[in-house]
């Protein structure tokens, strides 16, 4: 995983969690830079434009937190999980959003709270993620 920064927020790319859909590139070309070094650039762009993009991304391997300071921290009430919330996606993998944990079969957390999506082509080289694949091999959910 990586961090980038900026005074408001912190995004977080986890890159074994990326299907490839190019909602960030699409959403904002001018800090989400592909074949760029950083390729996120925090400066580029406003946190809550940032934020929206973020928002955006089906397989979660983009999420951000807001940079709070300790005085915030103390404040701040105790974590209410949203209700999980698994989406099948027309001949593309399974988007799990909200408070769900996936187990493996030896009991270790893969994935917690979500987003995160879950291949369903079988042909994933990042079981059990999706990592784009059912888009180059043609997966098609009604056969």
């Known amino acids: 995983m990586k961090e980038y920064s900026n ?18 590139v699409k959403g904002l070309p001018q800090v989400f830079r592909r074949g760029e070094t950083p390729w996120i650039d925090m400066q580029a762009a406003g946190s809550e434009e940032i934020i929206s993009v973020v928002d955006r991304c089906p397989s979660g391997a983009l999420t951000y937190k807001k940079v709070q300071s300790e005085m915030q921290k103390t404040a701040q009430e105790g974590d209410s999980s949203p209700a999980a919330r698994i989406t099948v996606i027309k001949n593309g993998p399974l988007l799990v959003k909200g408070g769900c944990s996936l187990v493996d ?18 042909a994933s080289g990042k079981k059990p993620f999706c990592d784009g694949t059912h888009t180059k091999i043609g997966f098609d959910d009604a056969k």
């Open 105 to 122: 079969r030896d009991g270790r957390v893969q994935a917690e709270g979500g987003p995160y999506a879950l291949c369903r082509c079988g």
């Open 7 to 24: 005074k408001d927020i912190k995004v977080i790319w986890n890159p074994e969690k990326c299907m490839h859909a190019g909602e960030c």
